[in-house]
T-cell receptor, first 119, second 114 residues
Framework: GAVVSQHPSRVICKSGTSVKIECRSL??????MFWYRQFPKQSLMLMAT?????????EQGVEKDKFLINHASLTLSTLTVTSAHPEDSSFYIC???????????????FGPGTRLTVL | AQTVTQSQPEMSVQEAETVTLSCTYD???????LFWYKQPPSRQMILVIR??????QNATENRFSVNFQKAAKSFSLKISDSQLGDTAMYFC???????????FGTGTRLQVFP
């Protein structure tokens, strides 16, 4: 089955530093990947949509200069949290859409998430 | 804008019993998709079931079935013969037709007791 991995699974960093999170589709090609943020005991909020070879589309209220997204290949998207602050601490989840799935809408596969803690 | 509401923050059920999780949504769209996702303690989101709005027949996947009431904008999930492995957060989600954007509800934490 389709597998999406995220690395790292957990990261702790100091305030002011930058952190990169990787999202990989392991056995399929993903033209589109999505980045979500999940606060404790809350829902997933879409942050941005990442398309291979083009700029990401950010949701309203998400700072694109703070959350840098790069989708350089059909199997890898990265989210970089720049100048991280404690309020950026959260659970970040990516999902990937299978390029070959055509019109099927249930072809978003989720990664296991990355817990970011900013001290 | 679309919104998804799950009014039950927590539910519990005994093993082998049946439980129903509620979900309502608000949209002006006529074509859309609805989903139930499961997030177990491992935090990995898993698709449980999906429903196309144009289909009147309720979707079923083994022990999981939905009651889709389009006019009432209601989309409940019924879990039959509950198993301990069903313990998880359950999220209802909406997707407008021809988009990939999922809008999630706030989730219902389900605990299955032996």
């Amino acid at each position: 089955g389709a597998v999406v991995s995220q690395h790292p699974s957990r990261v702790i960093c100091k305030s002011g530093t930058s952190v990169k999170i990787e999202c990989r589709s392991l056995d399929f090609q993903a033209t589109t990947m999505f980045w979500y943020r999940q606060f404790p005991k809350q829902s997933l909020m879409l942050m941005a949509t990442s398309n291979e070879g083009s700029k990401a589309t950010y949701e309203q209220g998400v700072e694109k200069d703070k959350f840098l997204i790069n989708h350089a290949s059909l199997t890898l998207s990265t989210l970089t949290v720049t100048s991280a602050h404690p309020e950026d601490s959260s659970f970040y989840i990516c999902s990937a859409r299978d390029r070959l799935a055509g019109g099927r809408v249930d072809t978003q596969y989720f990664g296991p998430g990355t817990r970011l803690t900013v001290l | 804008a679309q919104t998804v509401t799950q009014s039950q923050p927590e539910m519990s059920v005994q093993e082998a019993e049946t439980v129903t999780l509620s979900c309502t949504y608000d949209t002006s769209e006529s074509n859309y998709y609805l989903f139930w996702y499961k997030q177990p303690p491992s935090r990995q989101m898993i698709l449980v079931i999906r429903q196309e709005a144009y289909k009147q027949q309720n979707a079923t996947e083994n022990r999981f079935s939905v009651n889709f009431q389009k006019a009432a904008k209601s989309f409940s999930l019924k879990i039959s013969d509950s198993q301990l492995g069903d313990t998880a957060m359950y999220f209802c989600a909406f997707m407008k037709y021809n988009t990939d954007k999922l809008i999630f509800g706030t989730g219902t934490r389900l605990q299955v007791f032996p």
